[in-house]
């Protein structure tokens, strides 16, 4: 008897597409809303990111909530500490690019951010992927996003296993709103997973919106610094 798995699906270590970049930076605070400020000043320092479809660029987040922090209601400011990083994905042949960056003083809303040292990190084929924003059309339920997550899936020949809704928040762009849900989804191979990584899910990802990255698992959702994602905080 002749008996072969397929493992093609686990045989992968991690993406040679895209990486994400951690920038320390030296901020004192800024707007909780700043997701449009940030592209846009973004796009000023790094001309090239408005056309690469590929880069994500991370809305700027406080200390977890692990550490007593709970994230302010929109229109506040964030207090940010020294260990507050900036995150950036981007194709891995832009590296040396976003490397112009380090030392740049950008204007965030009317807020002064230094940028310091670049970290490189690959992106990990994790079995569970979380997105802090997904953009989804006006008045859209939760099962209907949902919904409309497993159509998305699907069409890309990715079934479905563990999706896990979150709170909505709203991202104020050019004096639009954009609705957006927080999700995860679990079980997932490490092809999928990369795969979803690199495209990500929807679009605006320019405003932090359709970018995964690795999470402990449903499981740790219950644990303390996980919770504000799935609470509205």
């Keep these: 008897m002749y008996w072969q798995e397929d493992d093609r699906k ?54 977890t909530s692990g550490n007593g922090w709970e994230r302010p209601p929109d229109g506040e400011l964030i207090y940010l500490s020294k260990r507050t990083r900036m995150h950036l994905r981007v194709p891995t042949l832009r590296i040396d690019d976003a490397r112009e960056l380090v030392g740049q003083t950008l204007d965030v809303a009317g807020h002064s951010v230094t940028i310091g040292k670049m970290a490189t990190k690959k992106v990990d084929p994790v079995s569970t992927l979380f997105a802090r924003y997904i953009m989804v059309q006006p008045g859209m339920n939760e099962d209907d996003f949902l919904h409309w997550v497993a159509n998305e899936l699907k069409a890309r ?77």
Excluded at 167 to 178: F, K, R, V, Y
Excluded at 181 to 207: C, F, N, P, W, Y
């Design 10 to 63: 686990n045989d992968v270590s991690m993406s040679d597409k895209v990486v994400d970049l951690h920038y320390k930076i030296d901020c004192k605070q800024i707007p909780t809303r700043h997701a449009w400020e940030l592209s846009q000043t973004l796009y000023q320092a790094l001309p090239w990111i408005k056309e690469e479809p590929e880069v994500g660029i991370h809305q700027i987040h406080g200390a």
């Design 157 to 233: 020949d990715i079934q479905a296993k563990k999706l896990l809704c979150g709170m909505g928040h709203e991202i104020e762009a050019s004096g639009e709103l954009i609705e957006t849900r927080s999700l995860m989804i679990a079980d997932l191979d490490k092809v999928t997973s990369i795969a979803l990584q690199e495209v990500g899910l929807g679009s605006h990802r320019h405003l932090g919106c359709g970018i995964f990255i690795a999470h402990k698992g449903i499981k740790a959702v219950g644990e303390t610094e996980d919770k504000s994602h799935f609470t509205g905080s």
